[in-house]
């Protein structure tokens, strides 16, 4: 609008690929791994931002993750790109051996579209390689396409090998005429006729929210080794694809080299069908508001003995007249973020791993903190504050640490909620290790989201960090 400003704001979207990477193992290649870093705004600090896929036996790999950014134009937004060689399923960089890095900012991404800079390890003073990233501003379609494909009769050019274990690659056109891989299904195991899982991805992602963008779809005979053997390539649409569904039309794989040393004669290398295809609309957390779903939250505070005596100033649960401990910090600081989104400002606030008055030999898990056994709601944060304070002088802090009954508790008033109008959050704030894991985990099927404010103990159990 004339008058007003604008932030000069765009969602972007990047894409990584490397060449050339050093190759660490002995009896394979590398099996390589991106980590993209950034850092926050007015910090010096790196702070991780995502994760590509591992990518098996390959110096030469083009990851299917990508990496949403907002690009700002006015800050200068630093990135870094870490290799790692995965060699277990240990979620810690630490376990995985270091290929090298490069920085560069998202302006010169996105002021080049395709940048491309050599990998640096200074431990290793030799070639690294290179890493190429490309940016694409995404449009702002909420559109996401459902498909499944199944193939026939796909060619088997092996000698020794009697089966082959075929997978899907799925690129994009891009203006200059190149083209992005966007998706990488799994290979099935010795089928001629495979059918592939069932797979969503958002429409900007798949082809820009185009329903005309040339698609280019690569089947590949998958190799342990990772040289991989191509069977043949088909291009479509989405529009063709959503047009497809039980259609008897074939799309057709075709091996341009085959094509050439068979001439006249060649028909194909295998055919692809869709087995299954729709469009469906990706709603938003703002979307679902405006729509007049309500959030209701619950806050779950941890009473056992672990995390020290209340009249100890290395209590978390020490109570000071002039700094407020690690659990009023918590509550006042999440707490009002959610109060923003709760419907009617009333907190239920459980409490868990304390003995309860009058005789303090019974463990309760499940127990209201402002006392009212008939009643858990606290209005506000304030009042949820009150309710702590005066909890902490009723009760004595003992254990174990144990989630399910207040999960569980929770759980069921989501679960009665047939009209889907609400939606539930559960913050749990803790410091002790779960002593009951398996049966936490049990719970599913509800519209809960859990948030956990926790020590890194609990961090380390909760992912199995070693």
């Not at 896929?53 to 006015?74: G, M, Q, R, S, V």
């Not at 063709?240 to 091996?255: A, D, Q, R």
């Amino acid at each position: 609008m004339a008058g007003s400003a604008a932030s000069p704001t765009s969602l972007v979207e990047l894409t990584i690929s490397c060449r050339n990477l050093r190759d660490t193992d002995v009896f394979s290649k590398s099996d390589p791994l991106c980590v993209v870093f950034y850092q926050p705004f007015g910090s010096k600090e790196w702070t991780e931002l995502k994760r590509t896929e591992c990518i098996d036996n390959t110096l030469n790999p083009d990851f299917a993750t990508k990496i949403p950014l907002t690009y700002h134009f006015e800050e200068q937004q630093n990135l870094k790109f870490k290799l790692f060689d995965v060699d277990s399923n240990s979620p810690s960089l630490d376990n995985h051996d270091y290929l090298g890095e490069c920085e560069c900012t998202l302006a010169q991404i996105v002021s080049s579209r395709t940048l491309q800079k050599s990998l640096l390890d200074r431990s290793h003073p030799g070639d690294s390689g290179y890493i190429i990233i490309t940016a694409e501003e995404l449009s702002s379609c909420k559109e996401e396409i459902v498909v499944q494909f199944l193939g026939r009769n796909l060619e088997n050019r092996g000698w020794f090998c009697s089966t082959i274990n075929p997978f899907l690659e799925f690129y994009k056109a891009n203006e200059d005429g190149t083209f992005t891989l966007v998706h990488r299904t799994e290979h099935v195991r010795g089928a001629e006729d495979p059918v592939w899982k069932e797979f969503s991805i958002p429409l900007r992602s798949f082809c820009s929210g185009d329903y005309d963008r040339n698609i280019k779809v690569v089947c590949n005979n998958f190799k342990v080794n990772g040289s991989h053997k191509h069977i043949g390539t088909f291009y479509t649409t989405v529009k063709k694809i959503i047009e497809g569904p039980g259609g008897e039309t074939p799309l057709w794989l075709i091996n341009e080299q085959r094509k050439m040393q068979k001439g006249s004669s060649y028909k194909n290398s295998g055919e692809v069908f869709v087995n299954k295809a729709h469009i469906r609309q990706v709603f938003s957390f703002l979307d679902y508001l405006k729509g007049g779903m309500e959030i209701n939250a619950f806050i779950a505070i941890d009473f056992t003995a672990s995390n020290g005596d209340p009249k100890s100033p290395q209590s978390l649960h020490f109570l000071h007249s002039q700094t407020p401990n690690q659990y009023v910090r918590a509550i006042t600081s999440v707490g009002e973020i959610i109060e923003d989104y709760d419907t009617d400002k009333f907190f239920p606030v459980l409490g868990f791993g304390a003995r309860m008055p009058p005789d303090y030999t019974q463990v309760s898990h499940e127990f209201f903190v402002n006392g009212d056994p008939s009643n858990p709601f606290c209005h506000r944060v304030q009042g949820v504050l009150e309710a702590y304070y005066n909890c902490l002088n009723r009760v004595q802090l003992y254990g174990p640490t144990n989630f399910a009954p207040i999960v569980n508790h929770v759980a069921r008033f989501a679960a009665s909620n047939k009209d889907g109008d609400k939606y539930f959050i559960l913050l749990i704030l803790t410091d002790g290790i779960i002593t009951d894991m398996p049966q936490t985990k049990e719970v599913s099927g509800c519209l809960l989201s859990i948030v956990l404010l926790v020590s890194q103990e609990v961090i380390n159990q909760l992912f199995q960090v070693p």
